[in-house]
Every structure is written in C-alpha cells, then in structure tokens.
DNA sequence: CGAGTTTGACCAGCGC
DNA sequence: GCGCTGGTCAAACTCG
C-alpha cells in the first residue's frame, strides 16, 4: 500500500476551546492590572467576539473537510481490504483438500482477535458441491493469540466446553481438539482447537452450529468452571454465530491488561504527560468511523447553531 | 465419587 | 475395493 493513500489524521481537536478566549482576557487582565481604570470599550469587546466567531467557523469548516478526506480515505481502505480478503479466501478454497472442510467455507465467518490482523468474512458458491447440513450449521472460526509456551489447547469465549477427543492431522503437526457445549445439555454446537501451522502462537477455534441457550453470566461460568478465568463477556462478542469484530478474549497481557494498565498510566502521569495521553487518545479517535460520524454530526448540528447567532 | 480428560478403536466420506 | 483421513465414541484414567 502506497503512503502517499495515508492522510494525516491527527486533528487539532481544539483540546482547550476557551484557550484563544483565555489568552485575550489573559492580556485583558494583565492590562487592567497595568491600567485599572481604562476599560476596554463595548465595541471592542464586540469586535473580539466576532472574531472568536470566525475564527471557530473557520475551523469547523476545516474540520468537515478533513472529515470528509478521512472518510473517502476509510472507504478506500475498506474496499482494499475487502479485495484482499476475497483473493485470500479464494486461495484458501483452492488450497484445501479437505472433505468437510470445503464445504465450511460456505457459511464461514472468521473473525480475528487479539491482534485484530485476520478479521474476515469469505463465502464461495462454486467451488464444491454442497452438503444440506453444512448449509444449515453456522460455522464461525476465530483466532487466538496465545503466549506460545503455553501449549493448552484453551479458547475462553465464556461458554461451557467438554472435551471429546484428539487428534493430529495431515496438515498440521499439532493436534486439533475436539470441543462440545455442555453448558446446556442438548446445545448442538461443537469446537473445534488447533493452532495456526503457519504460526504456532496462534490458536483457530472453528465453531459448528448455533447455541441454543443463552449466553452464560459471569457468576454462572465462575461456578461452572471455577479453575477457568473467565471474565465477562457481551454476548454479541462472543456468539459465534454473531460475528462481529469486537471480539475481546481475556488473554493474560491482554487489552484489559493493558487498558487497566493505561488508566493507571494516566493516573500517575503529571499534567504534560496528561496533555500528551489526551492529545494521542484525540487522535486515535478521530481514526474511529463512528466516532468520526459522530463528531460529524456535531459539528454540522453546531456551525447550525452558529448560524443561527 | 462424580466430572472432566485422555486415547485407542471405530466409522464414514472421499480419492485413486 | 482399498487406503487414507477426519470425526466420534467410550473405556480408562485423573483430579478435586
């Protein structure tokens, strides 16, 4: 990918609105204290105001531009990556000589976590013929980044596994684990664990069909399995059969680590490093379509109001 | 003693 | 039909 495709998206958010404000009633101040009898003039008063007006006009207007740079810019990127996932998974399907495995790929959703590098989606319609079952079972395959010491075969998504078998496949030195729901007894869904050939230290978990009961709570997964550190899950996050791309698994040194990790970081930091952490939370922000959207909208809604003056 | 895991045996689908 | 392979079963084993 070409850099020159790369916007600066680092906003000048306005972290600090009422700093122009401050300054001018900072040098007012000063110049009272200087001349406490001379007063500045209505007008004056008036005139800085009109301009403060334009100036934040101005900015909105240059905030709506690179709005609008950014999100052609995300749009770009999205149908990239949509090009390369489509090529990827076309790969996938000509390099696979499994049975079942094909057919997989029919209503497959793969979802990357942990370092969010792998989320896709693919389907084929003319690769293989089609079993009915497999039309029916919802298949969801996630990956894992797992500390590579740590050879368990162990994907916490919060639901209740039980242990079937083992085995070691053609393609794969490391044996694939299979997993059923036993959360509820007649949940029909099944797992199945094996770490990544390409890269051991990462763990794929294919999920077949759908639960058919609801996701566990906390406190319910803490008694049923009291050795597994679970923590809560939303259960859109976690339902294979709901893909989406906030999958957020519990690894140890992972995002709730580091986020706890962060708000500490924050807590301990003097002013300047606060000012910093702002400007650098600002600017992943802006990275975030939604958040873009948003900011959008209030900008549009505000210049409305500003208008109005 | 019960629940979960391990592991060898068995079964079924597919290619040759 | 035979062999290979993936998936499942179930007895044996482990652990709390």
Redesign the pocket.
């Known amino acids: 990918m070409g850099s020159s495709a790369w916007v600066d998206t680092t906003l000048d958010l306005n972290i600090n609105p009422f700093h122009h404000r401050n300054k001018a009633l900072r040098t007012k101040s000063e110049g009272e204290m200087a001349d406490s009898d001379v007063k500045l003039p209505f007008k004056q008063e008036n005139a800085d105001l009109v301009e403060e007006l334009n100036r934040i006009k101005a900015e909105n207007k240059k905030l709506t531009e690179m709005l609008t740079a950014l999100g052609h810019c995300y749009n770009d990127l999205q149908n990239k990556f949509m090009e390369l996932v489509t090529i990827n998974s076309e790969n996938e399907v000509s390099t696979s000589?499994?049975?079942?495995?094909e057919?997989?790929d029919y209503s497959t959703n793969m979802i990357g976590f942990s370092n969010g590098n792998k989320e896709t989606s693919c389907s084929d319609e003319d690769s293989?013929?089609v079993?009915r079952e497999c039309i029916k079972t919802t298949i969801s395959r996630i990956y894992v980044r797992t500390n590579p010491s740590d050879n368990?075969?162990?994907v916490r998504d919060g639901y209740?596994?039980?242990?079937?078998?083992?085995?070691?496949?053609?393609?794969?030195p490391s044996?694939?684990?299979?997993?059923?729901c036993?959360f509820a007894p007649s949940c029909p869904v099944?797992k199945?664990v094996q770490r990544s050939a390409e890269d051991p230290s990462v763990l794929v978990a294919?999920y077949?069909g759908e639960h058919n009961h609801a996701h566990p709570s906390p406190s319910e997964v803490a008694i049923?399995?009291?050795?597994c550190n679970v923590k809560p899950v939303s259960c859109a996050s976690t339902r294979p059969s709901a893909p989406t791309a906030t999958i957020e698994l519990m690894q140890p040194g992972g995002y709730g680590d580091g986020a706890k990790k962060k708000t500490q970081e924050v807590d301990d930091a003097p002013a300047a490093i606060q000012q910093v952490l702002v400007q650098h939370m600002a600017a992943s922000l802006t990275r975030n379509p939604n958040f873009t959207a948003a900011l959008a909208a209030a900008i549009s809604g505000r210049e409305n109001r500003i208008e109005k003056w």
Not at 161 to 172: C, L, P, S
Not at 224 to 227: Q, Y
């Open positions: 000589k499994k049975r079942k495995a057919c997989e293989c013929k079993p368990s075969l162990i209740q596994w039980r242990k079937y078998g083992q085995k070691v496949t053609k393609d794969n044996p694939r684990a299979y997993f059923k036993s099944k199945k294919t077949e049923l399995s009291p050795k």
